[in-house]
């Protein structure tokens, strides 16, 4: 990640997490002379800092996701989340990255098209922690699983969500 971050800028300040397997693997990186940096906290699935834009009194948290792939993983994950935002009511916040997880059928396409516990646990967070989903307006589907023809999957699970 410094050689990473110093192609992006020569004073980029970085956190990681490294992946376990083929799974997991995030990075956040800011430049401290715009942002300052007030806390962070990484786990295997989430980077979230609290940082102030210099000049800039408000709050803000930011959150660089990568959702476990099981269940049980996904619901602590979203408890995490959700006492994260109870901790930081009035800060202006951005949950980006891979959810791992759809809100709807029209975000999966191919594949088995039944609708996961996950996803109503999904949409309870997104609607209690009063979210705004934002919608790429091109590239519907982020991630597929490079088949060809019938047994294609494609799902959007890279997510930006933001009060």
């Known amino acids: 990640m410094k050689v990473i971050s110093k192609k992006v800028g ?14 997991g693997g995030l990075a956040t990186l800011w430049n401290p ?16 800092i609290e940082i102030h834009i210099i000049g800039s009194l408000d709050t803000n948290i930011c959150t660089n996701v990568y959702s476990p792939q ?8 979203l408890r995490s989340l959700s006492n ?4 930081y009511p009035l800060a202006k916040t951005i949950y980006g990255g891979d959810f791992n997880m759809i809100t709807s059928r029209t975000e999966k ?3 088995i098209r039944m609708l996961n516990r996950d996803v ?10 009063k979210l705004v989903d934002i919608i790429p307006r091109s590239g519907a589907y982020t991630w597929n699983n490079k088949r060809g023809s019938e047994r294609q999957n494609t799902s959007r699970l890279d997510i930006f969500l933001v009060t």
């Not at 020569?10 to 799974?23: L, Q, S």
């Not at 099981?70 to 994950?77: E, Q, R």
């Not at 109503?120 to 922690?129: H, L």
């Open 120 to 129: 109503e646990a999904f949409n309870n967070f997104i609607k209690t922690v």
């Open 84 to 87: 994260l935002q109870q901790r």
């Open 109 to 111: 396409k191919g594949g």
């Open 33 to 48: 002379q715009v942002i300052h940096l007030i806390f962070a906290k990484a786990s295997k699935s989430a980077i979230s």
């Open 70 to 77: 099981k269940l049980g993983g996904k619901m602590t994950m």
């Open 10 to 23: 020569k004073r980029m300040e970085c956190i990681e997490v490294e992946r376990i397997g083929m799974e």
